[in-house]
């Protein structure tokens, strides 16, 4: 009887009933994907060491799984939009906020911040301009935060085991990024290569063509840059050296930063 009603509803209203079921299912592998989104990219997660997968490999999933969340979201919305639209109810449904159930605007929110963040990330226009792609990439608090209020407490709860470690790793990381170093030295060599010499804490250890990641505020309070350490942990207790090579804008200013102090050394000389 059911499947004899269904060829009785009429052929405008079951168009927008599959709009809106295609939609929910897409939602739902979603918000499945949001749930792994968040852990390819917490450096200090103890799940990357149990796997044995370095950061830097991580990264990779996390680009995976990104784009497969965005297309997913966005064939969401659309749906839904599609079907809205026919009904002739879009702008009422795109500005709808409710305080108890699924609440449209956030999502419409969320989803247009995640597409900021996933269209500079493109690999053409991340090459172009990083710095562009970097800070647009911190909307991703805007995409979280409207994600649950789109979807309520008790469905976020669903992917909120992932962007909690995260946000964990991330406040872990602030607390030790509270550290400084001074340069005590810096030379830049004729085949655009830098050398920083830096004062090394007590509490670093490292091991031989280790990385750090550096933090030069004259340049950006928010860049963080992985560098491989040139120096031996047996070389000295107090210092470190790191070479970088000049390839993008981030390091071409650390070159012209680096020259314009040694050119005022020369003058005062």
Known sequence: SELVSWFHVPSKER?????????????MIGLFCTAFLFLPVARGSVLLRLIDIPFEHATRYHVWLGHLTMLLFTLHGLFYVIGWAIEGRLARELMDWKNIGIANLPGVISLLAGLLMWVTSLPGVRQINFELFFYTHQLYVVFVVFLALHVGDFLFCFAAGGI?????DRFLRFCQSRRTVNILSARSFPCRTLELVLSKPANLHYNALGWIFLQVRELSWLQWHPFSVSSSPLDGKHLSAVLIKVLGDWTGKLDRLVS????????TE
Do not use: D, N, Q, V
């Open 15 to 27: 168009s927008i009933l599959m709009l809106e079921l295609a939609g929910l299912r897409l939602w």
């Open 164 to 168: 909690f470690l995260f946000m964990l």
């Open 260 to 267: 314009s102090a040694s050119e005022k050394g020369t003058e």
